[in-house]
């Protein structure tokens, strides 16, 4: 799909997770997580309306865990321990 026309009649109600942002509905199908530049995503197609679209999480530096050293042997734990 190459057009960029962007359908400006039709007006994003909503802009919140789990619902859809045409009709409103909490009723989203989601597809599998993929990365991203800034996180991660879902496609997403509405139950009730039939629209479709992606929605974006942006991920956070928590901790490191699993480390281990060139020779293997463990630093921290997957838990960060
Ligand atoms: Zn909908």
Excluded: R
């Amino acid at each position: 799909m190459k057009s960029t026309n962007i359908n400006k009649e039709v007006k994003i109600k909503k802009n919140q997770e789990n619902v859809c942002p045409i009709c409103c509905a909490d009723d989203l199908n989601y597809g599998s997580m993929q990365p991203c530049e800034s996180g991660i995503y879902y496609f997403w197609d509405c139950y009730k309306c039939g629209a479709s679209g992606k929605e974006f999480y942006n991920t956070v530096f928590s901790s490191h865990g699993q480390v281990k050293t060139k020779c293997g042997n463990e630093v921290l734990n997957e838990h960060g321990y």
